[in-house]
């Protein structure tokens, strides 16, 4: 079973500020998604990978498959980037993490 | 291209009543996953289905869930007899066919459906 840890848990950060969060896994995985949840709870699918980096308007998604470790980076953080963060890995079926909640002051 | 459509988004049942959750898949996709997400809990995979077949359920419980994705018309996810514990929001998600498994697809998530249990 794979043992999905996020951190920080809870991320407040002034406008601007450049943000990271970090995901960990214990088995290997074929795939890592970085989902976002929105304060009215829907989710959105913002990466899928497995190896490297990706990246999509502010938002950069690395993995290192070795040390079982991904990161999703924000550059130029704005207000309505106040989400809940949620990785999830892929094995046979998708395990997630608990989350990071991000709030960021205007 | 519509995302992924769940309805309603929003249910009330009274304990002992049946709950049926709806999940329209994205057009042309043919994988639907069903996830639980109990109040202040991370998601909880429950339910793996294609068309007219289950393919991994070891996420649900073995009592009065079941979930069906027939050839036509959009994935159920039904509570029977819905207790207070029952209260989350599910989520459903779709993925496109490849070949073999899907196990390399990015899943697209709908809305979600709140179900509370008075």
């Known amino acids: 079973k794979n043992e999905v840890e996020q951190s920080p848990q809870n991320l407040t950060a002034q406008e601007g500020e450049f943000i990271t969060i970090n995901c960990s896994y214990s088995v290997g995985i074929s795939a890592l998604h970085w989902l976002q949840q929105h304060p009215g709870g829907g989710i959105v699918s913002l990466f899928m990978l497995s190896s490297g980096k990706k990246k999509h308007g502010r938002l950069i998604a690395t993995i290192n498959i070795q040390e079982k470790h991904s990161s999703l980076h924000i550059t130029a953080s704005h207000p309505r980037d106040s989400a809940v963060y949620i990785c999830a890995v892929r094995d046979e079926k998708l395990t997630f993490g608990t989350g990071t909640r991000l709030t960021i002051i205007p | 291209n519509a995302g992924v459509m769940q309805n309603p988004r929003h249910l009330v049942r009274r304990r002992g009543q049946e709950a049926r959750l709806r999940c329209s898949p994205m057009k042309g996709h043919s994988h639907v996953y069903w996830y639980r997400q109990l109040p202040e809990e991370g998601l909880k995979f429950m339910v793996y289905?294609?068309?007219?077949?289950?393919?991994?359920e070891s996420g649900m419980p073995k009592e009065r869930f079941s979930a069906e994705f027939p050839k036509e018309g959009p994935s159920i996810l039904r509570i029977q007899q819905v207790v207070r514990g029952d209260s989350a929001a599910y989520f459903c998600a779709s993925s496109p066919p490849i070949s073999g498994r899907a196990t390399r697809n990015i899943q697209y998530f709908g809305a979600g459906t709140r179900l509370s249990v008075l």
């Open positions: 289905l294609q068309k007219e077949n289950i393919i991994d």
